[in-house]
């Protein structure tokens, strides 16, 4: 079983909206820290939003008040609801799940922003 998968990538206009879903599985989700990262094409891989298990959560500048992390720890999901799309965000998007030392990343859902 794969502990963590992402889905809802897609393409998107300028200026509209997506939200990525995160189901994860078979590790301690409610004390985990979750995590949203993106690698745009030609690019490193970059951390976008986390969502702490104690609740707060941090976001990288170029995304501040137009994306939102939030975690469901009822149904083991966490979510990246992102606004106000931009070329610049058209990347493939990574969840990753941190329990103590142990990492687990999901296979990335694709996200494109064009017109």
């Known amino acids: 079983q794969v502990p963590v998968v992402e889905f809802g990538g897609g393409l998107v206009q300028p200026g509209g909206s997506l939200r990525l879903s995160c189901a994860v599985s078979g590790i301690g989700f409610r004390i985990a820290h979750l995590a949203w990262y993106r690698r745009a094409p030609g690019k490193e891989r970059e951390w976008v939003a986390t969502?702490?298990?104690?609740?707060?959560?941090e976001y990288l500048d170029a995304v501040k008040g137009r994306f939102t992390i939030s975690r469901d720890d009822a149904d083991n999901m966490v979510y990246l609801q992102m606004n106000g799309l931009r070329s610049e965000d058209t990347a493939v998007y990574y969840c990753?799940?941190?329990?103590?030392?142990?990492?687990?990343w999901g296979q990335g859902t694709q996200v494109t922003v064009s017109s």
């Open positions: 990753k799940a941190t329990v103590g030392r142990d990492q687990f």
């Open positions: 969502a702490t298990s104690g609740g707060t959560s």
